[in-house]
């Protein structure tokens, strides 16, 4: 996908309603309160680790998050750096989207109020080493996050 592309499904995301119950599908999480989208996956490496296979698909990866991030940036201002680890150990559950992306990633780019009482993230994210490093990009309430 291009820059363009990308930036296109973010907007598209931002614009959905959340529905009243958890939907899980191929490429979109979504539930009361968030929705959650894979933008772009590298392969899986369930077949073949080898460094310099996985390093080209960091590479693609961190490009297209640096490409988004910075027509997000251009939109709407500096993102703020969430840390994701605390929701990851904390004793309570984490709530939606949080939860799921401090399954993936340590942290995420976000981006408050570009629709009133939404904010936008960006992260990138692996569920374990064999499967495929994705860019996520999450919608959530404004509530779900620390002031």
């Given amino acids: ?12 995301l931002l614009a959905l309603p959340f529905p009243r119950e958890d939907t899980r599908g191929e490429v979109r999480d979504s539930g009361p309160g968030y929705h959650v989208q894979v933008l772009q ?12 296979i996985v390093e080209a698909a960091e590479e693609e990866i961190d490009a297209a998050f640096r490409a988004l991030a910075t027509a997000l940036t251009a939109r709407w201002g500096e ?3 969430v840390d ?3 929701y990851l150990w904390s004793e309570e559950p984490a709530p939606e989207p949080l939860g799921r992306l401090s399954m993936l990633s340590g942290r995420m780019l976000v981006w408050r109020r570009p629709v009133p009482g939404r904010w936008v993230a960006l992260a990138v994210g692996q569920a374990d080493r064999e499967f495929p490093i994705e860019l ?11 002031a």
Avoid: K, N, Y
């Fill in 79 to 81: 993102p703020e750096t």
């Fill in 84 to 86: 994701l680890d605390p």
């Fill in 41 to 52: 996956a590298s392969r899986d490496f369930w077949d073949d680790r080898d460094e310099e």
């Fill in 136 to 146: 996520l990009a999450a919608i959530g309430e404004e509530h779900h996050l620390p």
């Fill in 1 to 12: 996908m291009t820059s363009e592309d990308l930036h296109a499904a973010v907007e598209e």
